[in-house]
């Protein structure tokens, strides 16, 4: 009985406080922005404790700013010029690992973009926007195979959705090396929408993964690659430590965190054309 009581005076709360972002009165005006304020300050702190439980003191200290290529995949079939196929990417993967390289997690990556030392000469972060079926049921076996960690960006609204990821997939997945980052909630471009609308598709997305599998989201893609100046200031109000986008390359922090560069991998590319694109960005 207690309980129930306790419950109805949360959910009352609850309400009042989703009632305040919809009102216009201006008692309520006041506390909105202290609010918005206090969320990603939260989300920092929790983040330097992700990011600080790293053990780095075996890490190679590097001349900064740390350069990393961080690949860019999609789907992994065939068909268009965004899906890889399943034996082109177990080539690029095999070729990872015959030539040494680390795969990072993002924590790790945040790390190495930020304090310049990496725990292995050759780093690099492999990562699939949009989250569809196959980076289950085809890249994930292949990522197991070669002992490899990637990072899957989401879309909110497709979790279970066709072709895409369900969330039982994403917690087997997250238990195993393969993170799961956010590509906002209604893939729209974010270049397009207002700076409150762009900071509601950032933390509502944020919000969801954090609770869905008891993390700490830190890094977001931004859909087609598309972003403004606000897009930047947005990203890190809703309490991401770093974005990545489209424009090619490997990432650097002096791009700015929250607009840090990717390789896009094509399909068609052999495991040799593959492992020297991946060599030429890190030069
Ligand atoms: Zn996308």
Redesign the pocket.
């Known amino acids: 009985m207690k309980n129930t009581k306790l419950i109805l005076i949360l959910l009352m709360l609850t309400g009042a406080m989703y009632g305040c972002s919809s009102h216009e009165a201006k008692g309520e005006e006041t506390a909105k922005p202290k609010a918005a304020q206090q969320a990603p300050e939260r989300s920092k702190k929790e983040s330097q404790q992700n990011t600080a439980s790293i053990d780095t003191a075996d890490w190679i200290k590097v001349n900064g700013p740390a350069r990393i290529p961080i690949l860019m995949y999609?789907s992994i079939s065939s068909g268009n010029s965004l899906r890889v196929p399943e034996a082109e990417f177990r080539g690029h993967m095999k070729w990872l690992k015959d030539n040494g390289y680390y795969t990072l997690t993002p924590e790790e990556a945040y790390i190495v973009l930020t304090q310049d030392k990496m725990p292995s000469e050759k780093c690099v972060l492999i990562t699939f926007?949009?989250g569809y079926t196959d980076n289950f049921e085809k890249a994930y076996p292949i990522l197991k195979d070669y002992e490899m960690k990637a990072t899957i960006?989401m879309?909110g609204k497709s979790v279970g959705r066709k072709n895409h990821l369900t969330e039982r997939q994403m917690k087997e997945m997250a238990e195993h090396g393969i993170a799961i980052e956010s590509?906002t909630i209604n893939?729209v471009e974010l270049n397009g929408l207002a700076p409150e609308q762009q900071l509601s598709e950032m933390t509502r997305s944020k919000t969801l993964f954090d609770g869905m599998l008891k993390q700490n989201t830190i890094m977001l893609?931004y859909?087609?690659g598309h972003y403004n100046a606000e897009t930047l200031k947005q990203a890190e109000k809703a309490g991401y430590q770093m974005a990545v986008t489209t424009e090619p390359g490997a990432a650097a922090r002096d791009q700015g965190m929250y607009a840090l560069h990717r390789v896009r991998i094509s399909p068609g590319m052999s495991p040799d054309a593959f492992g020297r694109m991946v060599e030429h960005s890190r030069q």
Do not use: A, E, Y
């Open positions: 999609h926007d949009d960006f879309i590509h893939h893609s859909p087609v």
